[in-house]
């Protein structure tokens, strides 16, 4: 019941000087009897809390509150104070002031992803570290994830001084939107207020005690940082800025330099930053869309136009293998030709002009070993072939179409021509089955032209009998 006890003795200690700092409150002053028994109660909760709680008088002597005399100390100048333990990736804080001094340390913030405040009634919920309820029972929070979107400080850099933009944006735009007026909400919309701000320069840098910004654009303007309150209206509009430049896209510096412009444009003379924001966002953040939009239809007419090309080149990429397939297969059946022709002709003399008959022979031999020869030579002119266009496509595809990613790539021209590629894979397969089994033929029938084939029959039917 930490939280509870700690809420309790808080109440009971109105009038009572009370400071936070992450990790540790104190309560300093004169405590009535009620306040020290609350605190008392503190003190029994922190055993299973892993918190620490000490009690000490105006000389520094400690006092035990589990122990003591409550009314020995009552009216007593009295320290106490209360070490509270975290739990992992959150931040426990008692007091809206212990989530001042939180929120002052944006850095300190950067691995947890809750911060913990006693008596919250609602959420804040946001792209980063969320403020939620300190309730009784609760275990670690859940690890902080990366952040999604670039840090504002790439873009707003520190030229001088302490002064910087924050490391990241998420923790400045709510997840959602609200309008709230409770303590720790508006204390919250200062700081993002804050830290939007900053992210929405080009550069910050200290001179003479003051924080200074830059606008770069037509003219640059170097201003004062200055300080404004962030009412719910200018609020919303910095969160739609924030949004629209780190969040919604992926051309995070164009966004970035396209609303630092316009803010440039618009200022006209030396008012603040923070004051005079307020008047010229709206403006800018208009004038910034219709020049981001005006530059995606661009690229957009430019994407279109090298797809169009992409598109011609793959038809002619598959022409040039559909054209080797056709040659691969005219080429057979013209040698196919060149074989029954030849056995045709033999076929058609007197066969008792057995004198012609070792001529044939040869001719047969010869016109399957061109066949073979021909089948080579047009297979390894068309792999060859096909591999000097594949090695063209590979340099086309790396310096025309880097911006394509391989699934993208793979789904316009990579699976037509894997697909042109296997159907000519196919025909050259079937080709050199056909070529090889013409080639035999011939040599067979060479054979048998011969008396081969007749001698060696001869041959085994008189060793079979002898």
Sequence with gaps: MMPLSVSAALDASRGLA????????????????????????????????????????????????????????TGEPLRITLEIAHPANALRVATVDGLRRALADPDGLLHVSEIRLLGLDEPIRTLGVDVVPWRDGDGDAAPRAASAFPSPRRFARTIAGENRAPAEIGSSVLDGSADRQDGAFLLWREFAADAVRRSLVNEIYDVDGATR???????????????????AGTFAELQQAARWVFVEGQDVELRHTLLT??????WRDEQPFAVGLADRLHVALESAGLAYRAHVQQGSRETIKSLSDLRKTLAEEIGKVTQQTRDLSSGLWRDVAVAIVTIAFRLSMDATKSTATPVYAVVLVLVAAYIVVSQVITVKSSRAFLKVAADARTQWRQKGYAYLSDVEFNALAGTPLAEARAIYDRVETAANWVAGSVAAGLVIFAAWEAGMISAGWRALSSIACG
């Design 18 to 73: 009370v400071d936070e700092a992450p990790g540790s409150l104190i309560v300093t002053g004169a405590a009535d009897e009620a306040a020290l028994e609350a605190w008392r109660t503190v003190a029994r909760d922190c055993d299973a809390l892993g918190c620490r709680l000490t009690c000490r008088d105006d000389i520094g002597d400690a006092h035990d509150l589990m122990t003591a005399e409550l009314a020995e100390l």
């Design 213 to 231: 910004v830059v606008l770069a654009g037509s003219p640059t303007r170097r201003l004062d940082l200055g300080a404004a309150e962030a009412t």
């Design 261 to 266: 412009g316009e803010l440039a444009r618009e």
